[in-house]
Nanobody
Framework: VQLQASGGGLVQAGDSLRVSCAAS????????MGWFRQAPGKERKFVAS????????AYSNSVKGRFTISRDNAKNTLYLQMNSLKHEDTAVYYC???????????????????WGQGTQVTVSS
């Protein structure tokens, strides 16, 4: 399984941005998926997760109310809509999938089996 993240860029504080993650295999549509981010010199942190069918989601407190995770299983694609961006949201954003059929959202980094290459999001203040 390969995951390809895209859509990152340079935006101003208060702007919106949507990042996407395309999966190479249809089997991923049955797996929970998530977004994580890593700022320079810091550990990778949980951002949001979504269950296999999109009905259950989980968010970190730092993004709750501003970010929305969603998925389109017909397109094998995961999304993260980011609104009201802040300078502290600047990081490389990684998508991930957990090899657990029909699983729900999960926040722990170690729970995920497949990772994308990351896409840079930079928010200028």
């Amino acid at each position: 399984v390969q995951l390809q993240a895209s859509g990152g860029g340079l935006v101003q504080a208060g702007d919106s941005l949507r990042v996407s993650c395309a999966a190479s295999e249809r089997t991923v549509s049955a797996y929970p998926m998530g977004w994580f981010r890593q700022a320079p010199g810091k550990e990778r942190k949980f951002v949001a997760s979504i269950g296999w069918n999109g009905q259950n989601t989980a968010y970190s407190n730092s993004v709750k109310g501003r970010f929305t995770i969603s998925r389109d299983n017909a397109k094998n694609t995961l999304y993260l809509q980011m609104n009201s961006l802040k300078h502290e949201d600047t990081a490389v954003y990684y998508c991930a999938a957990r090899r657990l059929t029909f699983g729900g959202p999960v926040a722990q980094v170690f729970a995920y089996d497949y990772w994308g290459q990351g896409t840079q999001v930079t928010v200028s203040s």
